[in-house]
């Protein structure tokens, strides 16, 4: 094989699918074909990024004391040898082969959640064959694509590998992912949140995995989410329903409020299901929410709305949830879409398996066709109790149609709630 000189190493890689286990023995032949030594000083046998086995061999003490080198398998015999010497390296019939590669980053910062672009660039830029592939060692950190773009997961380290497909070449960066809106978790395992951004972690959090379906958080400072939610970006409820999430954990608001919150079920198809359950808090089951104030708007254009959440609801598993000193300054308006819509309040659009103790609502609440109370909507199966609770808005109740039939200061529609 002929190689530029200057040449250090050449790696040949074999697959995981080789039919033969390359060793780390080898055996060297002189020029004659003899046999003439077992030690090649500077072969190593690596793994590489396709689970095979790749060969670094030595050029340097080859060419220089004229051996080839034969590799061996599990059974000792011969499967592979080479020999180097210097010179131009231009393949049979003009192709010119690859030499080695570079990426334009050998370390790289990245944001959870955010992507970054890796290049790759193949040597000699003549080189025939430009292709590479791409390997993240740790994919629950960061992934990277075909093109090379990595996409932030999670805190921690991974390394990128690139490699090409003539030669086996690699290069690798070092990718750092941070994660700098994540809350600090106190020593009973609640994350506490001071701001608006640490919120929205949260909010995200949850809604990634049914795992994280019961993180609990305290509120260490009033937040203020008018940067982080709007008409033109309407908040995703924690347990997002329309990602087929359910929130069953505790959340403390130690006293705090929560402003500038924007609530709106988007969709063009507002009979679809996935609109269903808007709040700051979307479907529950088995929570606790208490000491917490939540301000701002809501419009009511799909089922189950509510200031604080959507639902509350463990009929299927009777969990039951607690809404305890929560009190609704958001300002709720219900109107006509191309669905039947209905189940609004204060506080929660429908419970189940509820008991609400000394919650009140502050403002107007607009409902649209039925269902409508100022603390909660509509109540049913497994009993919701109220005590201590308390309305200070005018409830109001448009587009009224007789199957969703319902309003009242407290309570909608509803029964077993005493």
């Known amino acids: 094989m002929t190689v530029p000189e200057g040449t250090d190493y050449v790696y040949v890689n074999y697959p995981a699918d080789f039919k033969y286990t390359p060793l780390s023995y080898c055996a060297l032949f002189d020029t004659t074909g003899t046999v003439n030594g077992y030690d090649c000083p500077g072969f190593e046998l690596l793994d590489n990024a396709s689970g095979g086995k790749t060969l670094k061999l030595p050029v340097p003490y080859l060419v220089e004391n ?147 379906a019961a993180l609990n958080a305290r509120l260490t400072d009033d937040i203020d989410l008018s940067g982080i939610c709007s008409s033109a970006n309407p908040w995703t409820p924690i347990g997002d329903h329309a990602n087929n999430r359910i929130y069953s954990g505790t959340f403390d608001g130690q006293g705090h409020k929560i402003t500038g919150l924007y609530l709106k079920g988007n969709a063009s198809n507002y009979t679809n299901g996935n609109t269903y359950y808007i709040g700051l808090f979307g479907e529950c089951d088995g929570v606790t929410i208490k000491n917490l104030s939540v301000y701002g708007t809501a419009m009511a254009v799909t089922r189950m709305v509510g200031g604080l959440a959507g639902r509350t609801c463990g009929v299927s598993t009777h969990r039951r949830s607690t809404v305890e000193n929560c009190h609704n300054y958001v300002t709720l308006t219900g109107s006509a879409t191309n669905d039947d819509i209905f189940s609004h309040g204060g506080l929660v659009g429908s419970a189940q398996e509820t008991d609400f103790i000394g919650c009140s609502n502050e403002v107007d609440i607009t409902g649209y066709q039925g269902q409508v109370g100022g603390i909660v909507g509509n109540t049913g199966i497994g009993g919701v109790t109220l005590t201590n609770c308390w309305n200070s808005g005018h409830v109001h109740l448009r587009g009224y149609k007789s199957t969703f039939e319902g309003v009242g200061g407290l309570v909608g529609s509803g029964s077993n709630t005493p």
């Open 66 to 212: 004229s051996r080839y080198f034969a590799a061996e398998e599990k059974s000792y015999d011969y499967f592979n040898c080479f020999g180097f010497v210097y010179g131009d390296n231009t393949a049979p019939g003009g192709a010119v082969a690859v030499t080695g590669v570079k990426l334009d980053q050998n370390t790289l910062t990245v944001e959870r959640g955010k992507t970054a672009q890796l290049t790759a660039t193949v040597e000699p830029a003549t080189a025939n064959n430009q292709n590479v592939t791409w390997q993240s060692s740790s994919m629950k950190v960061a992934t990277v694509s075909r093109k090379g773009v990595v996409t932030a997961l999670s805190e921690g380290t991974t390394t990128v590998t690139v490699t090409t497909a003539d030669g086996g070449y690699t290069a690798q960066c070092t990718v750092t992912v941070t994660d700098p809106n994540k809350p600090a978790v106190a020593a009973d395992g609640y994350y506490e949140i001071a701001n608006g951004a640490q919120l929205q972690w949260f909010a995200n959090e949850v809604n990634a995995s049914k795992d994280n």
